[in-house]
């Protein structure tokens, strides 16, 4: 038998393996709940009824999704190529993540916000000033 | 004195073993319940939990490596800032998408009382 230190590795990699493939399992098989996730949410997406769903798919989400696995993905890859050190991350993948985050929440504000949604309020001003310029 | 101290690791790493197992039957037998992980109280998944659960589960188990991957085990020198940026914008993130959720929902509350007179079903932000 090896080491404490030897064992305790092999114990924390066996956890944390065994922990991200419960969740991947629950997550397939629906035990955890991942209803509605890409779907989009607000008054947009609700049919005539206000308690169902008309099922729209939304972008920003999937755009949001798609970012954060691919940035998860380059994370892990680079920390299991070179375990010695973390590793640094690009600017331009931070703007990325930003903007992308950025979208997601400008979208679901403008969505949730009912009177009035904060793009509304942005292009009711911005109208209001050129307007105002153009007198 | 290297004796006591070799017993010390052993029950140490014994105990750690112990802690995980427990833990993962727990939530395989199902008294750990992780259903409503990235569930919002009206039952629906949100996906900023499901990115703060991601990154955290990436950043932790990132650090878990570089801090066992090395012999002897050892905290990293540095920790890069762009690691806690990241971080933050995805703690932010989650923040913020709550926030507009729950004025959402006590908005919508604030109608249903309105338009019924009485107490909404809506669930509490």
Known sequence: MGSPTTVLRYEVL????????????QLLTGK?????????????????????????LSPSRIQLLVVTIGVSIYLLAKVVRDPGEFTEIPTGLLLLM???????????????????????SIRRMLRRSRNSWSR | METVS??????????????MVIIVVLILIGRIKLDRLISEPNGDASLSRFQFLIF?????????????????????????SEIFVLLGISAGTYAIAKGIQSNYEIRMREIDRETTGQESMRPEP
């Open chain 2, 56 to 80: 955290t589960f990436v950043i932790g188990a990132s650090f878990t490596l570089i801090v066992v991957g090395g012999d002897p085990p050892r905290f990293p020198e540095t920790i890069p």
């Open chain 2, 6 to 19: 070799l017993v010390i690791a052993w029950l140490l790493a014994g105990f750690l073993a112990a802690l």
């Open chain 1, 14 to 25: 066996l956890f944390l393996g065994a922990l991200a493939l419960i969740i991947f399992y």
């Open chain 1, 32 to 56: 955890i709940n991942a209803r509605r996730m890409l779907l989009a949410k607000g008054r947009a997406a609700v049919g005539p009824s206000t308690r169902r769903w008309t099922g729209e």
């Open chain 1, 98 to 120: 930003a903007g992308s985050e950025f979208l997601y929440l400008t979208r679901k504000a403008n969505k949730l916000m009912p009177f009035p949604g904060i793009l509304r």
